[in-house]
């Protein structure tokens, strides 16, 4: 089945640095998503990216729709302790049923 | 609006017992997707209903587990009988309509011993 590639695992950074994460995928997908996940919790939508080549922030969070249509990236500028949680993208393949494929995660940590 | 409601939240059972899991969607979503999270790992679509139909079951292991959304709202998510691989989170999440945002609950879960 189709996969994603979510890089890096895992991120221990210190505050006010600047995050960056991608993922890539071996065929098309029509919509990209970034959630976030807190321990206990489901995921939750950060940002939505519905073009290619779309570039959308949220806050402090950036995100973009790569052009080819199989990759992502996210953003974070100037982390807080709080940013703390785990990152997934999810992609739309094209003719799918609006079903999500997850990536396997990108776990950050921040040192106040 | 209202979130996506789960229950319940937490639950251990011993292999081959059952168990249920409960969803409510976002009022006025048409789409209602069950998803199973493992431990270290993104979740993976189990079934998505469009109103009161299956539109992908395509990876829900059939001997052992059982969807229904009768009325088009509220679904349910079975086990029966569990094994201790289906240990993970089970998550609800819900769409407006296919191919729109979708939206998560808090998740329910399971610990099979």
């Known amino acids: 089945g189709q996969q994603l590639n979510q890089s890096p695992q895992s991120m221990f950074i210190q505050e006010g640095e600047d995050v960056s994460m991608n993922c890539t995928s071996s065929?098309?997908?029509?919509?990209w998503l970034w959630y976030k996940q807190d321990p206990g919790e489901g995921p939750v939508l950060l940002i939505a990216l519905y073009k290619a080549g779309e570039l959308t922030s949220n806050g402090r969070l950036t995100a973009q729709f790569g052009i080819t249509r199989k990759d992502s990236f996210l953003n974070i500028s100037a982390s807080i302790p709080s940013d703390v949680g785990i990152y997934f993208c999810?992609?739309?393949?094209?003719?799918?049923?609006?079903?999500?494929?997850f990536g396997k995660g990108t776990k950050l940590s921040v040192k106040p | 609006e209202a979130g996506v409601a789960q229950s319940p939240r937490y639950k251990i059972i011993e292999k081959r017992q059952s168990v249920a899991f409960w969803c409510n969607p976002i009022?006025?979503?048409?789409?209602l997707y069950w998803y199973q999270q493992i431990l270290g790992q993104g979740p993976k679509l189990l079934i998505q209903f469009q109103n009161n139909g299956v539109v992908d079951d395509s990876q829900l292991p059939k001997d052992r587990f059982s969807a229904e959304r009768l009325k088009g709202v509220d679904s349910t998510l079975k086990i029966q009988p569990a094994k201790l691989e289906d240990s993970a989170v089970y998550l609800c999440?819900?769409?407006?309509?296919?191919?729109?945002?979708?939206?998560f609950g808090e998740g329910s879960w399971l610990t099979v011993v």
């Open positions: 999440a819900s769409s407006r309509y296919r191919g729109n945002t979708i939206y």
């Open positions: 999810a992609g739309q393949p094209g003719g799918s049923q609006g079903n999500l494929i």
């Open positions: 009022s006025g979503h048409a789409t």
């Open positions: 065929s098309i997908f029509n919509t």
